[in-house]
């Protein structure tokens, strides 16, 4: 059986509110539904929260993407095995991870933190950043590198992983650091695996877009409304771990 993880410590993250929980959004339960959770870090003070440590629910492998917040980091784990018999698991997405957690800003390098670990030791002159994945970006954006991999947001999520670059993906054991997330706002969402719908690499970095986080059944066709309801089975509440 795998061995899983929670995927913060629960010592260091605050109650949830019921708005930002997975599931009917509350004020507008019979035409929004989120499809991600929603958490902040444990307040202290009134004006002071912890930041709560990104860890790795399961073994398997890893990129880092940049969002529209070039001061954060968004997390793609893809599991190696079946986590939960019958459930397929496609992808867990960590959002919001700060970018100071995962690299020196000093000298633009790679830190040690777990999850980087085994490339930085295979290999110590590996220090820069485009290997943990952010080689593969938007040409788009406005840090686009001028060496990299074009990935555009319509492009499914599978493209960063099954590739023949030599940016292999990082390798993950249960329990690693991830890095730290933002205290005021991050989220947790699992993907299944469905062979009806494209994951788009926009899931993993348009913070900004609602869809990314909402299924919205107002104004659209009951054709259209099928069609979305049958997405929401596309993904797991994280309380299933």
């Known amino acids: ?42 307040e202290v003070s009134p004006d002071s929260r912890l930041e709560p440590k990104a860890i790795a629910i399961c073994n398997g492998f890893g990129r880092y993407q940049e969002g529209v917040d070039s001061s ?27 970018k100071t957690s995962v690299v020196n800003i ?25 290997a943990l994945g952010l080689a593969f970006r938007s040409l788009s954006s406005s840090s686009a590198p001028s060496e990299g991999y074009a990935r555009e947001n319509i492009d499914d999520i599978r493209t960063i992983f099954f590739e023949n670059t030599e940016t292999k993906p990082l390798v993950v054991q249960a329990g690693q650091s991830i890095g730290v997330f933002n205290k005021n706002k991050f989220s ?47 993904f797991l509440d994280p309380c299933a771990f």
């Open 1 to 42: 059986m795998s061995v899983i993880y929670f995927f913060t410590d629960t010592d260091e993250m605050d109650s949830q509110d019921a708005i930002d929980s997975f599931g009917p959004l509350v004020g507008d339960e019979d035409l929004k539904y989120q499809i991600a959770s929603f958490h902040k870090g444990l």
């Open 106 to 130: 000093s000298n633009n390098q790679i830190k040690s933190i777990g999850v980087t670990d085994q490339l930085i030791n295979a290999n110590p002159s590996i220090t820069d950043p485009n």
């Open 188 to 234: 947790i969402q699992i993907v299944l695996d469905n062979s009806l719908y494209s994951n788009k690499l926009e899931l993993v970095r348009d913070t900004n877009s609602p869809s990314t986080f909402l299924i919205d059944l107002s104004s659209c066709t009951e054709l259209e409304a099928k069609f979305r309801r049958e997405r929401i089975l596309n």
């Open 72 to 98: 954060m980091f968004h997390f793609v784990l893809k599991p190696d095995s079946e986590l939960i018999p019958g459930l397929p698991i496609k992808y867990i997405i960590y959002r919001n991870i700060l």
